[in-house]
């Protein structure tokens, strides 16, 4: 492919290296969002480049909004998708203006593509483009000539650079994006091993050479002990190779991932990533294990297993079926596993500690401010900081990061003598001593054992949400967590945690008494869950959090599997139906969060119980009406998904709280009086089948931020009040089959910023064309208002 603009490659250390996204795709929805753009997506999404692509069906009028004009603007890559329509849309037309202007003035590069369309027709604005413009000069934008010149202007200077054309008789659309991924890549030197390639080129060229005689699918074997760096290593070999393969996947971190709902999100990854697609067709582990024998056969494919700790969750993956020439690659602690799943002997390696040299870089790289030059006597003392890691790369990057806000000897030299007292001399043991360096904040060391033990793997919003019921300044502590290398979240805003410092939060939170889950701090474990809540006379006031699913392993029973677990026993429910008794609630006076599944309705009196609870989220709750004595004034998030209440009547009013959740609770027919519940923010009813009736007091609600009735079949009408809500920006009312009715003020709402109205057959043409109206006017708004606001800088 022709180059794209200037040669230079697009530095990270460079002025635009703070810049939020790498690419920016300009592309005509209909045209080729639901395919080619989808799949060209999801292949710079796989290869770790931030790309920016919006939601063409939720654009409205012509201006480009706000956050789009931001993103272009913090993009460093345009591509520009042209397609037969995509001069007919001033959307379109007004983003390109912008690209060019920062090509111009920024100096960022474009890369056009010509989709089923010559370049000459985009460049000379012919055939379908000048028929497109004639109906923008004779229609809307006949008093508005000089924007017309712009668009032209704009087309005539992105059609000039050269780029990639798909034809019907080129190459496959496949092969264009691998191109285009090929080309971007080392322009943008992809997020990912900024900090972590001490010493790691070595050895990613140890396991490329291991590919030269392959035969078949090859199996590669990266084990070691843990924190040592074998995901680090396996991410460098997937972005070095994964070019040369017609389709690729990297399974992170699947420790945990034991469930049958865990099992079959790995299996539909893998199809999605491979296939560049975004399905959901894998409803069981047996159909997941057929679709990817049947689908991903004959291709040459590379995946990686990170963090495998049992065969049977390679076995569930239905890998084998691949092309000659597929790899394989598993990262584990246990070599045997290896040997299990016929890893060759010369197909493994064995991941060392770093040496002294390489260990000295990576602490410097986080103990001192980036160009700095360290205090002598500081660096002395670093030598026993590397004698104490021993060469681990998590222990130098943790230790490194608490002593970054220390700067005098002393507070160094104790520090040191901390590491030097810890038993055992372990890294979980020493590892310990950067969660006692939070001393100062114990409001953050609560923080990080909660996210330890209980949101792993969930997204940053939500479990930003949850927090916020008890904890100050959520943000700057996660921030807080992340500078201290205790946490990371990814680029689809995942949180994730080492799993030795994960294990490290739970061992503190078992407070120095193994096997005596009644004193543990939080309870995760099923097993330990039961005993606590149905056995009596115990001591439970230190419990703050329990997290309860029932458990489930690849649709086995338990004692079908005691050996797969290597000598491991693993305890679980199989029948789910606990009985509880209201009393063992009474005694969790510090009970903060607690979420259930499943249970038989509990016994006794709920009077004071939850007192201090902040987040309850019982899914498929027993409970047939809310308990009149349950009052936990400080609920701040209550989730009854699934629940068989035919309405919701709060016993209390509760300030607090700012977000139910009732979803899928098909037995509910009308929702709660709102007087009840006076702060709500988000509002959730989705899948509420036989759901009828909305509480006129809706329209109390001051806050109310987010409103879903999706689905909600049997709903004919909405309030007038539902027009009052001064502060709703996202209201969803698809599939509402059986909505006739809505006020009219309703599409005149000044804060709606997305309406989804898809499926509500009883709602008029007339209606429809007067909300997309009041959106299109409401996106004019504020423009006019952002423009102003720019002047007045000016």
Known sequence: MASIGSPTPVSRSAPDSALTWDVFLSYRGPDTGPNFTGHLYAALHRHGIQTYKDDYKLRMGDDISDALREAIEESKIYIVIFSENYASSPWCLNELVDIVKFKRTKQRLILPVFYKIDPSVVRHVSNGFKKAFKVHQEGYYKNQMQQVDNWRAALKEAANVSGEHVCEKNRVEADVIERIVDDILPRINPKGFDEETVGLEFRVESIIAMLSNQEGVTKIGIYGMGGVGKTTLAKAVFTKICLGFEGSCFLANITDSGSVNDMKLLQQQLLNDV????????????????????????????????????????????????????????????????????????????????????????????????????????????????????????????????????????????????????????????????????????????????????????????????????????????????????????????????????????????????????????????????????????????????????????????????????????????????????????????????????????????????????????????????????????????????????????????????????????????????????????????????????????????????????????????????????????????MCRSLVKIPEDLFRMESLEELDISGVKGLQLQQRQVVLQNMKNKLKQLQEMRNQELEERR
């Open 275 to 734: 296939l560049l697609q975004n399905e959901k067709d894998v409803n069981n582990v047996a159909q997941g294990e057929n679709l990817i024998k049947a689908k991903l056969k004959n291709k040459k494919i590379l995946v990686v297993i990170d963090d495998l700790n049992y065969s049977y969750q390679y076995k569930s993956l239905g890998l084998g079926s691949f092309a000659h020439g597929s790899v394989v690659i598993v990262t584990t602690r246990h070599e045997d596993i290896l040997e299990d799943l016929g890893v060759k002997t010369e197909y493994r390696h064995m991941v060392n500690e770093l040496g002294p040299t390489e260990s000295l870089i990576l602490f410097k790289q986080h103990a001192f401010q980036l160009g700095s030059k360290p205090d002598s006597a500081l660096m002395e003392l670093s030598t026993d900081i590397l004698s104490l890691a021993d060469g681990l790369p998590l222990a130098l990057k943790v230790f490194g990061s608490v002593l970054y806000t220390k700067h005098e000897v002393e507070e160094w030299r104790e520090f040191i003598e901390e590491l030097k007292e810890t038993p055992n001399k372990n890294i979980q043991d020493s590892l310990l001593i950067s969660y006692k360096a939070m001393d100062g904040d114990p409001q953050l060391k609560k923080m990080f054992l909660d996210i330890a033990c209980f949101f792993i793997g969930w997204q940053e919003e939500r479990v930003s949400e949850i927090l916020e019921t008890y904890y100050s300044y959520v943000n700057v502590k996660m921030n807080n967590l992340k500078r201290k290398c205790l946490l990371t979240i990814d680029d689809r805003n995942i949180l994730h945690m080492h799993d030795l410092l994960r294990d490290m939060g739970k061992e503190v939170a078992r407070n120095n008494s193994p096997g005596n889950p009644e004193k543990y701090s939080r309870l995760w474990l099923s097993t330990d869950i039961e005993r606590v809540l149905t056995e009596e006379n115990q001591e439970v006031e230190a419990i703050e959090g329990i997290f309860y699913v029932k458990e489930e392993v690849a649709g086995l029973q338990i004692e079908a599997i005691d050996d797969i677990f290597f000598g491991k026993r693993k305890f679980m429910s199989t029948s789910g139906q606990v009985p509880l008794t209201t009393k063992i609630f009474r005694e969790m006076k510090n009970l903060r969060f607690f979420h259930l599944d499943g249970f038989e309705t509990p016994t006794g009196s709920f009077d004071k119980t939850f007192r201090d609870l902040r987040w309850l989220c019982w899914k498929s709750c027993p409970l047939k009406y809310f308990p009149p004595e349950l009052k936990p004034v400080n609920l701040g998030v209550l989730v009854l998904r699934g629940s068989i209440m035919r309405t919701l009547k709060p016993s209390m009013v509760f300030q607090k709280l700012k977000n139910l959740d009732m979803a899928y609770s098909s037995y509910l027919i009308t929702t709660p009086d709102f007087n009840m519940l006076p702060c709500l923010v988000t509002l959730e009813f989705g899948m509420c089948v036989n759901l009828k009736k909305v509480h006129e007091s809706i329209g109390s609600l001051a806050g109310l931020v987010y409103l879903n009735l999706g689905s909600c079949v049997k709903l004919a009408s909405l309030p007038k009040t539902i027009s009052s809500l001064k502060t709703l920006k996202y209201l969803y009312l698809g």
